[in-house]
């Protein structure tokens, strides 16, 4: 018996001896886990990129090109990165809620790193034999993007591991998701919930519905694969609906909410970059470009505010469609239309061709060589101008008016040789081959007669001196010597842009002061600083009294109506409008500009639009159209414009 009990005390004593020896060996085998996780701690935190640089980052951003109130995103210009940094409190509570439950339901309560969620992707990764579940919180997805590469390696998680842990300890959660927010790719080089919401459906993130959030949400997880233009679109809509499910477990919905919007239909934006104005946005891009260079626009995120006025512009593309689309009886198949505000030279409106989005050249045609219409070319400002024809008068008879002739000085509407001009004998006619005796110089300017016009160039106003007053005025393209030009410029001889001779107009209407064309009013860097601010000063050009009279004539209706009618496009019953044709002599261009001045009759009673518009119709190879003049061709399309422009208080 003794015995028995010396034995059993011995073993109780081995065995205690024995889980001393264990609780021993554990206890040092943590100490040396510890200290080999220390070691490595210290190792790899050594060389890493300190977390306050979030503050420091400046983000890739792309440049946004609105129209003058900011509130219409014309064009976005970027590089690879396409990206708007918006704040925390703009984003909708539910996108912010989907994101944390789709990519870290526990984001508000773990220290940067959910272990529960690490050793639940090791064990499906050890399941299926492959790195593919990371369990990354948003501090760890957050850290990846902006110091590492997407390479899976051991040493990359240690890193983006003790980062994501300093990260959560140094910013607030809110921070946290906002930088997240702003920086996680959506495919299609965007990056951030606005870019995406703008790349996808079109509107600021503050304004996507639940639908819409909760499929931005589900994008995160694979935006190639799930991308909504390729061929995995009903796997992201699956997706979707999951995330809408975890909203629910999480409290955030109700199960009614939910399948209420997974039923909820949704539609997304074309898979090319929308563009507005493009013509426009076109000549402002070329602007910033050569002024700021390609690769800062594509990243520093400026906003360039211009001085486009969407209603008008809208307008401005129905009328020249719908123009040119009838003008295609005259076999004129391209228009453009342009107009600014003359007080400062503000583009409002301009339309380079009939149609940009056209998927195709008339049939037979080589681009750039022989087509009648070609949709990208902007025939407003393109390199090589079209004659005026008699538009061009104005500027002649001005010139005539400042050396002291006004318009009752009369003139001899016969037939006139001219001389030797260009090897040949200048024998000009007018429009209508009659000739109509002594005329004064308003009878002269308001039927636009060609020969009293030339005698205007020629004995009164002065060949150099009517070219100068026209460069004066703004035309850019007439810089050769006059005696290349010789007499026939007096009836559109020489090559302008619409946008100069809309802008040169714009001198009569603001009574003698120039005002150069104007498109952009501000920009501004991503933090709202002014980085350039436009504003232009006048300068006199012409006379008032010169000015003044020049209008009167142009808003001359019963001295014209021998020629136009007294009910052409040009008349206007409340207004008094000033406007001239032009027609070249073998039928290429066709053109109306004009302008109202003055005080609108009782019966309208709204005060007078600062607007001047100029219409162009023609063929882009020059093929001359049908014998119609510019009154026929370009007159209705100016005239539907600025029937609407009219009662814009502009």
């Known amino acids: ?152 390696t051991a040493e990359r998680k240690i890193r983006e591991i003790i980062l994501a842990l300093e990260l959560d300890r140094r910013y607030s959660k809110d921070q946290i998701l906002e930088w997240y927010l702003n920086q996680v790719p959506f495919g299609s080089n965007t990056y951030g919930v606005e870019a995406a919401s703008q790349t996808y459906f079109e509107k600021s993130v503050s304004k996507v519905s639940l639908t819409e959030a909760t499929t931005l949400a589900a994008l995160i997880r694979a935006p190639s ?26 409290g955030y919905l109700t199960k009614n909410e939910a399948e209420a919007t997974k039923k909820t239909e949704i539609t997304f934006a074309k898979i090319l970059q929308p563009i507005k104005a493009p013509h426009f946005v076109m000549y402002v891009r070329d602007y910033l470009i050569k002024k700021y260079g390609e690769n800062f626009l594509k990243e520093k995120g400026v906003k360039v505010y211009t001085t486009l006025d969407w209603e008008l512009q809208e307008l401005a593309e129905k009328v020249v469609k719908e123009g040119a689309k009838n003008n295609e009886n005259y076999r004129a198949f391209n228009a453009a239309l342009v107009a600014i505000s003359p007080k400062n030279g503000e583009i409002l409106a301009m339309v380079g061709s009939k149609d940009w989005f056209s998927e195709s050249y008339p049939k037979g045609c080589n681009p750039g060589v022989d087509c009648l219409f070609e949709p990208m070319v902007n025939v407003a400002t393109y390199q090589i101008g079209r004659q ?23 003139v001899i509407d016969e037939e006139t040789n001219f001389g030797i001009w260009g090897g040949k004998p200048y024998i000009p006619r007018n429009y209508d081959g009659r000739f109509r005796g002594e005329v004064t110089l308003r009878q002269a300017l308001a039927q636009s007669l060609n020969v009293p016009s030339v005698k205007v160039l020629l004995y009164l106003a002065g060949l150099e001196d009517s070219l100068q007053t026209a460069r004066d005025f703004g035309i850019t393209t007439l810089n050769k010597l006059s005696s290349f030009y010789g007499p026939s410029i007096v009836l559109g001889g020489g090559e302008v842009r619409l946008l100069d001779m809309v802008s040169a107009y714009g001198v009569f209407a603001n009574e003698g002061l120039k005002v150069s064309p104007l498109s952009i009013l501000k920009i501004e860097d991503y933090q709202g600083n002014i980085i350039e601010e436009n504003k232009r000063t006048p300068k006199r050009v012409l006379a008032q009294d010169s000015a003044k009279l020049i209008n009167d004539i142009l808003s001359d209706n019963e001295t014209r109506a021998p020629i136009f009618g007294l009910h052409s496009p040009m008349y206007f019953e409340n207004y008094k ?8 002599q073998d039928f290429k261009d066709g053109w109306i500009l004009g302008y109202p001045i003055g005080i609108p009759s009782e019966s309208n009673g709204a005060s007078t639009p600062s607007i001047v518009a100029g219409v162009w119709v023609g063929n882009n190879d020059n093929t001359p159209m049908l014998k119609e003049p510019g009154v026929v061709v370009a007159g209705p399309i100016w005239r539907a414009f600025m029937e609407k422009a009219l009662l814009k208080s502009l």
């Open 388 to 410: 005026p024809g008699s538009a061009f008068k104005p500027f002649v008879y001005a010139t005539a008016f400042r050396k002291g002739y006004d318009d009752k000085y009369t």
């Open 1 to 152: 018996m003794a015995k028995r009990i010396f034995f059993r005390k011995v073993y109780q004593k081995s065995k205690k001896g024995k889980l001393f020896f264990i609780f021993k060996f554990l206890g040092f085998l943590i100490l040396i886990l510890f200290f080999s996780f220390f070691i490595i701690f210290i190792y790899y935190a050594k060389d890493l990129p300190r977390p306050e640089k979030f503050t420091e980052k400046v983000l890739i951003q792309s440049t946004k090109i609105y129209d003058r109130t900011g509130q219409t995103l014309l064009y976005e210009l970027y590089g690879e990165e396409k990206r708007t940094i918006v704040s925390l409190d703009v984003i909708p509570d539910y996108l912010k809620k989907a994101v944390i439950v789709a990519e870290d339901a526990n984001f508000y309560h773990h220290f940067g790193i959910d272990l529960k969620g690490m050793a639940r992707s090791i064990l499906i990764n050890f399941k299926i034999m492959q790195p593919v579940y990371g369990g990354s919180t948003i501090p760890q997805q957050l850290i990846r993007s902006t110091f590492f590469s997407t390479e899976k």
């Open 577 to 584: 409008i000033c406007a001239k044709t032009g027609t070249t």
């Open 225 to 250: 694969r799930l991308s909504p233009y390729g061929p995995n679109k009903d796997e992201l809509l699956k997706r979707k609906d999951y995330v809408l499910d975890r909203m629910v477990q999480e």
